[in-house]
């Protein structure tokens, strides 16, 4: 059965526009049968998340649900260093 906290991602991603509610269903009923996967990563798997995305929406599910936040899981999803940056923008404007 879903968590209270997966119910609230769910409906965090529908009012927000990310997913619809036909997705969110279809995941909840795989979350049903696979066990414990978080709905997050299961969206994110089908493709009907970015990365962004869920940490985005798992940040507000979090500060609701009084949780600490989490730690991103990837180097994308965690923000960039100014050198990062700096980097970027000199590629972008060498045009690479």
């Known amino acids: 059965m879903a968590s209270d906290a997966d119910i609230l991602f769910g409906k965090i991603a529908i009012k927000r526009g990310f997913c619809s509610k036909e997705q969110v269903r ?3 009923q795989e979350m049903e049968n696979e066990g414990d996967r978080p709905l997050g990563a299961i969206l994110v798997a ?3 998340l970015t990365a962004q995305q869920e940490a985005a929406i ?3 599910c ?3 649900l009084g949780e600490p936040p989490r ?3 990837s180097p994308a999803a ?3 260093s100014a050198d990062q940056g700096l980097f970027g923008r000199l590629l972008i ?3 690479y």
């Open 26 to 28: 279809h995941c909840l």
């Open 71 to 73: 730690e991103p899981k």
């Open 58 to 60: 798992a940040s507000v």
């Open 93 to 95: 404007e060498r045009g």
């Open 46 to 48: 089908k493709g009907f």
């Open 62 to 64: 979090a500060r609701k």
């Open 78 to 80: 965690a923000p960039l």
